[in-house]
């Protein structure tokens, strides 16, 4: 088993910066994708940003490119997503997802083995 936890959420202002942490703990011997996922109120939850096993694989929601960034830490199973400036509409619970194995549709959530319990982000106008 594989723990997933995000930590770094909060309220800023627009315009503003923040970084979330996933931390991944347990059976991290064989630790694939790690993603960043969404969820608005009211909205379902929506595919944000990834990251592949090596690092050097990201892809990115159209509504965030250019402002997110992903990126992970191989010895501390720990995956990071800075976050600039930020937009009202980013206000949502952040949910990290990890995967055990190599596959494909990063944005395709069932592919997902492993999830945190999200971190609430805030952008007040």
């Known amino acids: 088993q594989v723990q997933v936890v995000e930590s770094g959420g909060g309220t800023v202002q627009a315009g503003g910066s923040l970084r979330l942490s996933c931390a991944a703990s347990g059976r991290t011997y064989n630790l694939y994708t790690m993603a960043w996922f969404c969820q608005a109120p009211g909205k379902e939850r929506e595919f944000v940003a990834a990251?592949?096993?090596?690092?050097?694989?990201?892809n990115y929601a159209d509504s965030v490119k250019g402002r997110f960034t992903i990126s992970r830490d191989h010895a501390k199973n720990t995956a990071y997503l800075q976050m600039e400036l930020l937009k009202p509409e980013d206000t949502a619970v952040y949910y990290c997802?990890?995967?055990?194995?190599?596959?494909?549709?990063?944005?395709?959530?069932?592919?997902?083995?492993?999830w945190g319990r999200g971190t609430q982000v805030t952008v007040s106008s």
């Open positions: 990251i592949n096993r090596s690092g050097g694989l990201r």
């Open positions: 997802a990890v995967r055990n194995a190599d596959r494909n549709s990063i944005w395709y959530e069932p592919s997902y083995d492993y």
